[in-house]
T-cell receptor, first 112, second 113 residues
Framework: NAGVTQTPKFQVLKTGQSMTLQCAQD?????MSWYRQDPGMGLRLIHY???????DQGEVPNGYNVSRSTTEDFPLRLLSAAPSQTSVYFC???????????FGSGTRLTVV | GDSVTQMEGPVTLSEEAFLTINCTYT??????LFWYVQYPGEGLQLLLK?????DKGSNKGFEATYRKETTSFHLEKGSVQVSDSAVYFC????????????FGAGTRLAVHP
């Protein structure tokens, strides 16, 4: 099993550009989430999903879109990148609320 | 809303010292509680968990007990090693219809020989 795979690992964007961060898991997990990690602020939840076709907003959803058309994939779209979106992004998945989440290795995004 | 509060770091210890990292939470219902660890340049790894009151989670010498009366889930280890140097995150997964994993701010641990 590959676990949770995130691509790309690094990305530099110009302000106003759009892009999609990819996340795929091969464990048939229903729950998937996107977090951003900024120094001194821990991990903040952007969007999450409890199954294909079901998504909801977390703490900091503005500027990001998600969709969940399959169980395996949960892409995160940046609509118009801003310097405030410079961060490390983590995708995670879990089979249920008691199991614990498996995290990807992260995408380091810089917006200039 | 639900939240997790951790003691601020960094925590600096000598090898073989006793470790406690405090974690308290606010949540409705009966959340599941977790500790995650992040080594430099890596993603988060699940360290241990407890899913109901009075449960004790343990792994790699680390322990934490789910205390509902004090809404706490403190992380302890009897004898730390240099290899334990990392950032530790306390987290809760809310119960009921709130299917979100919420993290504390993290506590950096540095262990010196």
């Amino acid at each position: 099993n590959a676990g949770v795979t995130q691509t790309p690992k690094f990305q530099v964007l110009k302000t106003g550009q759009s892009m999609t961060l990819q996340c795929a898991q091969d464990m048939n997990h229903e729950y998937m989430s996107w977090y951003r990690q900024d120094p001194g602020m821990g991990l903040r939840l952007i969007h999450y999903s409890v199954g294909a076709g079901i998504t909801d907003q977390g703490e900091v959803p503005n500027g990001y879109n998600v969709s969940r058309s399959t169980t395996e994939d949960f892409p995160l779209r940046l609509l118009s990148a801003a310097p405030s979106q410079t961060s490390v992004y983590f995708c995670a998945s879990s089979p249920d609320r008691n199991y614990g989440y498996t995290f990807g290795s992260g995408t380091r995004l810089t917006v200039v | 809303g639900d939240s997790v509060t951790q003691m601020e770091g960094p925590v600096t210890l000598s090898e073989e010292a006793f470790l406690t990292i405090n974690c308290t939470y606010t949540a409705t219902g009966y959340p599941s509680l977790f500790w995650y660890v992040q080594y430099p340049g890596e993603g988060l790894q699940l360290l241990l968990k407890a899913t109901k009151a009075d449960d004790k989670g343990s792994n790699k010498g680390f322990e934490a007990t789910y205390r509902k009366e004090t809404t706490s889930f403190h992380l302890e280890k009897g004898s730390v090693q240099v290899s334990d140097s990392a950032v530790y995150f306390c987290a809760l997964h809310a119960s009921g219809g709130y299917n979100k994993l919420i993290f504390g701010a993290g506590t950096r641990l540095a262990v010196h020989p």
